[in-house]
């Protein structure tokens, strides 16, 4: 079959990189020809800055060398300006006439620098800052001359001018408004950044506009010259000299090609949420564009263009492209600097406002009906990812409010030396305590590899990809590396995976109006990309048909994890371990005569006392599950599940001298009435006698804790990763109560959850309020939701019973041999 | 010396003895073999050593050609062997056959 053709103008991040997100798709779709105007493979343009000053050299900055374009088989033709599209006969064609034919489009031609139209604008020595020819005759500008002026106090101008400080030249910013970079900071911010500036040696003059630049003998600039002040008289205009004028006053979408070809373009070309354009063989992504009003000068965006352009190439023809909210880090080492959304407010809305000017930091938080929707963050800029999360997220601070300005100080506190400052660490100190992943190796892997995403980091280096502690840290590390490049994924729209565009929540609420009953009817009716879904989806849609359909959905053995599939956990070298349940941590000689019984004849190495009051059998072999369960003869302590694991409990009031409440008889009946569940995660309880909280009740998914009065019901605490102190829920009378709001809890997490939510994520979530509302204010509510529980559970059959006595599963077990 | 031509394939299960989208641990002197049956009722067979950590890639959740090891998720093309990149590694394969519903390996070439 004839492969499609398509024609890429324009070799620049946004355009590759939908190319690269094209080729993951559908590798041998098309045959791809691409145009580039500058002589360099691709290349991060927004690195050109350390270049300029010398960190980094041209080849660091290479995204995709020409080896890339070859193993891909993609024709490229660099040094070739593309001038003339032929829409009907649908060719391009270049300046040295060099011709292609397309099928498909893509135009990613991105911006041109804005060039001020004073006299003079056209002397030697007169450069925009943009790509790396411009970047060199500033490296080389800065070797011969000495007074460099830049035109334009924004974020490429404050760059362009530290780079040339960097390198020697004596630098003066002019800018037209009051003060620096006033389109991401306020006047405050503005004024701190221009300190720091200039005690680096930058001058500054503004507000100032340019009159002209004035010529010297061979025709290079020799001064700039100024319009006087408003107010003072005519020709009273002051004059500084300059050998070099850099002119970063902004960038415009180039459009001239398409504008040429009849493509309907307004100060970029439009296109729709699909990334086409008026002619709907033409696609166009990056800075040339303008979606829905917006033109993006930021790589951020560009790459969600590119995601969607390419899923519609590939013929996928799912995602739409909605708009970015962006956020800008000024990129001059050892200043750091983070602005994002509204960050100026006004009379609808609240600012917080932290000030501490002889330590230079700075930060402004902008609040809107309870959401943060701006913020300007000077000297300190750690938080900026999460401040940036929330942002995007929408979701409500009212619960933070009073400690959101100090930041997101937890980063989880194990494996990582209590450390949550990515920039004070050493690039040798160890970021992911359960891969071995040191800061360097992350910092290395972001720039050699070209990684601008989280799941980028997380499949090159492993950090944050196992327990995901440290994932902040990470985040902070890829922000600071890749600058304005990095975008956090939003939590609130975030694909379930890969298969799909569709978020947990979506996909449980198809499962639920469609009565959808099993993993192919799911895949079939929300189209998933892959035939049969991947390792992360299958087990999610599987508690989420067994959640919301108890008794009719096809539980599938396959698409569980081993352990849940085998009813034990497996370990490092392929045994399993075997925790029977003992109902609330008590035991009996009885029990524990078989325990040691069946250690000593199926040769159990070891024998442990579980942190939750239970004992572990570790190293049974596979194939003598079956037959240790049915020696033990006691019921699957579900240690291995994503399900109610332990309730543990303390002696309480039947011996213990200060008990008050029979928490021991308490924790055994809620294990009883919710044994054999299955949830979105693990699930531990506890039930203590007396506030002395013996049985740990303040850090267990539900804790219960017995007073006078009659008992406290704790939620959302968690003792692992990060320990999370559990937060008061309710205090009620009697224990049928306790049941009750306990059950309506654990269901509502059990229905809303995401699949591997503990319940403090999925509390931080929705907010504590909402669950209240939903047990506490509700009260039909609550007891419909504890009647779902107990008619998911009803009739659910001790698994190893059936596996031991009745044969269930038993391939599962068996070996095969030749 | 002439050489055998006959390949050498054993039986080693009915396919209805593999659980599509799963496999069986095949004992063998060659050490544990993984046959994989996934939803085509393609089989593949694959030394059950995980490249990562030697974790039982026959426990792990298989999908299309691939198999995800239950240790820590390193995910092993099915027909190559192959650790899907970025990650890198492989594992043995072993020829294995379907025929008349009947799955057979070869354990040594002849």
């Known amino acids: 079959m004839r492969k499609m053709k398509l024609v890429m103008v324009g070799n620049g991040m946004a355009g590759v990189r939908t190319l690269e997100e094209l080729l993951k798709l559908a590798p041998d779709l098309y045959d791809i020809t691409v145009f580039g105007a500058e002589p360099h493979p691709n290349y991060n343009r927004i690195l050109l800055s350390p270049v300029l000053s010398g960190e980094q050299t041209v080849n660091d900055i290479i995204l995709n060398d020409l080896d890339w374009y070859r193993a891909h088989g993609i024709r490229l033709h660099l040094n070739k300006k593309v001038t003339r599209i032929d829409r009907v006969r649908r060719r391009v064609y270049a300046e040295d006439g060099t011709e292609a034919e397309y099928d498909r489009l893509l135009l990613a031609t991105g911006s041109n620098p804005v060039i001020l139209p004073v006299p003079g604008k056209e002397l030697k020595g007169v450069i925009t800052y943009r790509d790396i020819a411009d970047t060199d005759a500033m490296i080389e500008a800065a070797a011969k001359f000495r007074h460099a002026v830049v035109i334009g106090g924004g974020l490429l101008g404050l760059e362009a001018a530290n780079g040339l400080r960097v390198r020697g030249m004596e630098v003066t910013v002019v800018h037209l408004m009051p003060w620096l970079m006033e389109r991401q900071l306020d006047e405050t911010a503005g004024r701190l950044l221009q300190q720091s500036l200039e005690k680096r040696g930058l001058k500054f003059l503004l507000p100032k506009e340019t009159e002209c630049l004035v010529g010297g003998a061979v025709g290079r600039v020799k001064a700039v010259r100024f319009k006087p002040a408003p107010g003072s008289a005519p020709g009273e205009g002051t004059e500084i000299p300059a050998d070099l004028v850099v002119m970063a006053v902004g960038i415009r979408p180039n459009t001239e090609l398409a504008e040429s070809a009849g493509l309907h373009c307004n100060r970029g070309i439009v296109v729709n949420d699909t990334m086409q354009t008026f002619d709907p063989r033409i696609y166009a992504v990056g800075e040339c564009v303008r979606h829905r009003g917006v033109a993006y000068g930021l790589v951020a965006p560009l790459f969600e263009m590119g995601k969607v352009c390419a899923n519609h190439l590939a013929h996928m023809g799912i995602g739409r492209y909605a708009g970015s909210v962006t956020s800008t880090k000024l990129k001059v080492t050892g200043i750091d600097l983070f602005s994002a959304g509204d960050f100026q407010g006004g009379n609808d809305s609240e600012e917080i406002v932290l000030k501490d000017a002889s330590s230079g930091v700075y930060k402004k938080l902008v609040i809107r009906d309870n959401k943060l929707v701006g913020g300007v963050l000077y000297g300190d800029t750690v938080d900026g990812a999460w401040y940036f999360q929330l942002l995007k997220d929408g979701q409500s601070v009212a619960d933070l409010r009073d400690h959101l300005m100090f930041g997101q100080t937890h980063l989880g506190n194990t494996g990582h030396a209590g450390q949550n400052k990515a920039a004070a660490m050493t690039d040798a100190m160890e970021v992911c305590g359960c891969n071995g992943v040191c800061k360097g190796t992350i910092v290395k892997a972001i720039k050699e590899k070209g990684l601008f995403t989280l799941d980028d980091v997380r499949k090159h280096t492993k950090a944050s990809s196992s327990c995901g502690s440290c994932t902040g840290l990470v985040e902070q590390i890829l922000a600071s590396t890749v600058g304005g490049a990095y975008a956090p994924q939003s939590n609130t729209a975030k694909p379930l995976c890969g298969c799909t565009e569709l978020t947990h929540e979506e996909v449980r609420k198809a499962i639920r109006e469609e009565k959808l009953l099993s993993i192919p009817e799911v895949m079939e009716f929300l189209n998933w990309r892959t035939p049969n879904g991947c390792a992360t989806c299958r087990p999610a849609l599987n508690y989420y048909l067994v959640c919301a359909w108890p008794h009719e959905a096809k539980d599938d053995p396959q698409s569980r994890f081993i352990n849940e599939r085998a009813h034990a956990n497996i370990q490092k070298d392929g045994t399993y371990s075997v925790i029977p349940r003992m109902y609330g941590g008590v035991t009996n000689p009885d029990q524990l005569r078989r325990i040691a019984d069946v250690a000593d004849k199926y040769r159990i190495p070891t024998v442990k006392v579980t942190g939750g009051q239970r004992i572990d059998l570790l190293g049974v072999k596979k ?89 406290e019901i704790y939620v959302a605490g968690n003792g692992g990763i990060k320990t999370e102190v559990a937060q008061f829920l309710a205090k009620v009378k009697t224990r049928e109560e306790v049941l009750e709001y306990c059950g309506a809890f654990i269901q509502i997490y059990r229905e809303e959850a995401r699949y591997l939510d503990r319940t403090v994520h999925w509390v931080n979530r929705v907010g504590l309020d909402y669950v209240k509302k939903r047990i506490l204010d509700d009260h039909e509510g609550r007891k419909a939701l504890y009647e779902r529980l107990l008619y998911a559970l009803q009739g659910e059959k001790d698994p190893w019973q059936e596996r031991a006595a009745k044969g269930v599963a038993r391939h599962e077990f068996e070996s095969l041999s030749v | 010396m002439t050489r055998v031509e006959t390949e050498m394939w054993v039986r080693v299960a009915a396919l209805e003895e593999i659980p599509r989208l799963g496999a069986r641990v095949v004992k063998s002197p060659l050490g544990d073999i993984a046959v994989f049956r996934n939803n085509q009722d393609e089989v593949f067979a694959l030394r059950d050593k995980c490249p990562h950590k030697g974790g039982p890639l026959s426990q792990g959740i298989v999908f299309e050609r691939k198999v995800t090891c239950p240790l820590h998720g390193w995910t092993t093309h099915l027909d190559s062997g192959q650790a899907v990149a970025p990650d890198e590694g492989c594992t043995a394969t072993f020829p294995v056959k379907v025929e008349g519903g009947e799955v057979y390996l070869q354990l040594e070439r002849p």
């Open chain 1, 623 to 711: 194939e003598d599950l079956p037959r240790v369960w049915a020696d033990l003869a006691m019921p699957s302590g579900y240690a291995y599940g994503k399900a109610l694991r332990t309730v543990k409990t303390c002696v309480g009031s039947e011996w213990c001298r200060f008990g008050v409440q029979d928490s021991t008889n308490m924790g055994i009946e809620l294990e009883k009435a919710f044994d054999r569940m299955w949830a979105p995660h693990k699930v531990k309880m506890a039930v203590s006698g007396c506030p002395r909280n013996c049985a740990e009740s303040g850090i267990k998914d539900v804790g219960v804790i017995g007073v006078d009065s009659g008992w």
